[in-house]
């Protein structure tokens, strides 16, 4: 028997990805903006574009290319800006290193030699700047339990009560019942103004050296390492071999777009990815680009009705807040940590790298992704350096 063009597991596959992609890691896209200094209204604004940026392209790609390409923003690059210099970088710019960002992954695209050698960027190297930009979100978790331990305790068993049982849900579930607990305590307002659809704000950016290298190289590096590589792994596991170029360089343009209203980044997805590209979502694997399709439509569903759904993580308190945010990390963290112990020729530089990172080391008004950076590759070079000497 023939399969149907549009079996329900198609549109199923898409809306579980959606939610999950969405409800996993908006809580930090928000803290992010707050951090920056952003008002609710660009909040809104950066919600709304990064919607429409994982909408628009996914959607063309697939149909152009007829394999599930399905993007996503870029959630490690959200946790470096919650955890960069805050309102000392401000809104505009902090605008412009979302465009510096954006440029630096289209000239990748552009020219293949950048993405080979980004390629060889040490994965424990990478790996141990995410995981020291992710770690302080997840020791808030019990920064705040003494002034939250109910909803702190009880969202951390409903965690990992779903993570025993359905992982892929965990986030979802806790989002729900953090929403019935503050309902129920009168803690869930909307904040005043806010509409019923989502909307744009362009701002100027403004573009300043020191941020562009502590915050928009950084910003490029995580989402090249930790999202866009990642996603065409996925791809190639699934046996569709994606044209690597053209989709780095749409993803590029795709952010390059969407950052004068707040967006930080675009790019290939890698969990969401796996559910919209395996048989479970289409039996067809000629036809599984539809799949793309239908997730870059519900993304569009979900930028009409950014504002609302914004506005329900920016009046959560922010202790609340702290804990969703720091929840929705476990696991990239848990990942990013195998992955630094697990590569061993890069082991010293790596532990240096994390360390860096993830004590805040500001220097020169630049943030300490960038130094951790310096300090992981300076232990490669003076290794790389005696090795040739004794050769």
Not at 32 to 41: H, M, N, R
Not at 158 to 179: E, N, S, Y
Not at 264 to 273: D, F, K, P, R, S
Not at 370 to 387: D, Q
Request: hydrophobic letters at 60%.
């Amino acid at each position: 028997m023939t399969a149907p063009r549009l079996p329900a597991s198609a549109l199923s596959a898409a809306a579980v990805a959606t939610v999950i992609g969405f409800g996993g890691t908006v809580a930090l896209v928000v803290q992010a903006g707050q951090v920056l200094g952003a008002s609710s209204g660009q909040i809104v604004s950066m919600i709304t574009s990064l919607c429409l940026g994982i909408a628009l392209p996914g959607m063309l790609l697939s149909w152009r290319l007829k394999i599930p390409v399905v993007l996503a923003w870029s959630t490690p690059g959200a946790a470096l800006l919650a955890a960069s210099a805050g309102p000392v970088v401000g809104w505009p710019t902090a605008v412009g290193a979302f465009v510096v960002a954006a440029s630096l992954m289209i000239l990748t695209g552009l020219l293949p030699v950048l993405g080979r050698l980004a390629a060889r960027i040490p994965a424990g190297v990478a790996s141990a700047m995410l995981a020291g930009v992710l770690l302080p979100f997840v020791l808030k978790l019990f920064v705040v339990l003494p002034q939250e331990a109910a909803l702190t305790l009880g969202l951390i068993a409903a965690f990992l009560v779903m993570r025993t049982l359905r992982p892929a849900w965990a986030m979802p579930v806790v989002l729900g019942v953090a929403f019935v607990v503050l309902a129920l305590r009168g803690q869930l307002t909307l904040p005043p103004g806010t509409g019923l659809f989502g909307h744009l704000e362009p701002i100027l950016p403004t573009f300043d050296p020191a941020t562009a290298i502590g915050l928009g190289l950084p910003l490029f590096l995580v989402t090249l390492a930790a999202q866009n590589l990642p996603g065409l792994v996925v791809l190639q596991s699934a046996g569709y071999p994606p044209p690597a170029d053209r989709l780095i360089l749409s993803t590029g343009v795709a952010s390059l777009i969407a950052a004068p209203f707040g967006a930080h980044g675009v790019n290939l997805a890698a969990i969401t990815a796996a559910i919209c590209i395996g048989p479970d979502a289409h039996p067809d694997p000629e036809r599984r680009w539809i799949v793309g399709v239908l997730y870059g439509g519900l993304y569009l569903i979900v930028a009409l009705f950014a504002a609302p759904l914004a506005g329900l993580f920016i009046a959560m308190p922010p202790a609340a807040l702290a804990v969703v945010t720091g929840l929705a990390l476990i696991a990239p963290l848990t990942g990013a940590l195998t992955q630094m112990i697990g590569d061993e020729p890069s082991r010293e530089a790596a532990i240096l790298t994390f360390a860096a990172t993830a004590s805040g080391l500001a220097l020169f008004g630049i943030g300490s992704a960038f130094w951790g950076l310096v300090a992981g590759f300076s232990v490669l070079a003076v290794r790389r350096l005696l090795t040739l000497r004794r050769a």
